[in-house]
């Protein structure tokens, strides 16, 4: 599923790289890193337990290595109202709402967020 989603946005990536994937049963671990054609990349993390639980990260960063946008669902935030949905902009400290995105989902806003 994400390599039929990664060539739908070719145009835009220079290469890939899955630095980990495991798969057993109804569990998935993955990361890979996404670069592209403006420098800028995404590591994503995504973790599926039992085939319902989900823990995900995608961390966005320019050329200099500066954040950009990290989306995530770790428990850190309770104040923010999509809790434990939320993100990260610009800074760590930027807390945004956020909601339970998608591989796809994170794709098409990157996109849309580079070609303005």
Avoid at 2 to 17: G, P, Q
């Amino acid at each position: 599923m994400i390599l039929t989603e990664l060539r739908k946005f070719e145009k835009y990536i220079d290469s890939y790289t899955f630095t980990q994937y495991e798969q057993n049963g109804n569990n998935l671990r993955l990361k890979m890193i996404i670069n592209f054609a403006d420098k800028s990349k995404v590591f994503i993390k995504e973790i599926i337990i039992n085939g319902n639980k989900r823990k995900y990260g995608y961390n966005w960063i320019n050329k200099d290595n500066e954040l950009i946008c990290r989306w995530d669902n770790a428990p850190d935030w309770p104040e923010i109202v999509t809790f434990p949905h939320h993100k990260h902009v610009r800074s760590e400290q930027n807390v945004k709402p956020s909601r339970n995105i998608e591989f796809s989902t994170i794709m098409n806003e990157l996109i849309t967020m580079m070609t303005k």
